[in-house]
């Protein structure tokens, strides 16, 4: 069983940046793909970013490419997600989630394929 817990999100004006951050706890962390997903108020989850278990591998939605940026650290079983110039649009509660033992490469970006996710943490951006 593997529990994930975000930190990080909050208020912040357009332009700014915020860093989330995942912990992990319980399994294998390096056995996991690690993703992030957002929700956003009356519309369905959506990817974001994932990386592969040791980081070979990064996928990035089409409107968070060069703003947002995925990294994890097997040793603290952490994964962060870098957010600058946010807008408005990125207002939501994003969600870390695990993609459990999966092959080492594979950084799968549709949520149905990961097992595990966290209660999430509420991003605000102000225009």
């Known amino acids: 069983q593997v529990q994930l817990v975000e930190s990080g999100g909050g208020l912040v004006q357009a332009g700014g940046s915020l860093r989330l951050s995942c912990a992990a706890s319980?399994?294998?962390?390096?056995?996991?793909?690690m993703g992030w997903f957002r929700r956003a108020p009356g519309k369905d989850r959506e990817f974001v970013a994932t990386?592969?278990?040791?980081?070979?591998?990064?996928n990035y939605a089409d409107f968070v490419k060069g703003r947002f940026t995925i990294s994890r650290d097997n040793a603290k079983n952490m994964v962060y997600l870098q957010m600058d110039n946010l807008g408005p649009e990125d207002t939501a509660a994003y969600y870390c989630?695990?993609?459990?033992?999966?092959?080492?490469?594979?950084?799968?970006?549709?949520?149905?394929?990961?097992?595990?996710w966290g209660q999430g943490t509420q991003v605000t951006v102000s225009s």
């Open positions: 989630a695990a993609d459990w033992m999966t092959s080492l490469v594979r950084a799968s970006t549709n949520p149905a394929e990961y097992d595990y």
């Open positions: 990386i592969s278990r040791i980081g070979s591998t990064t």
């Open positions: 319980g399994g294998t962390f390096s056995s996991n793909a």
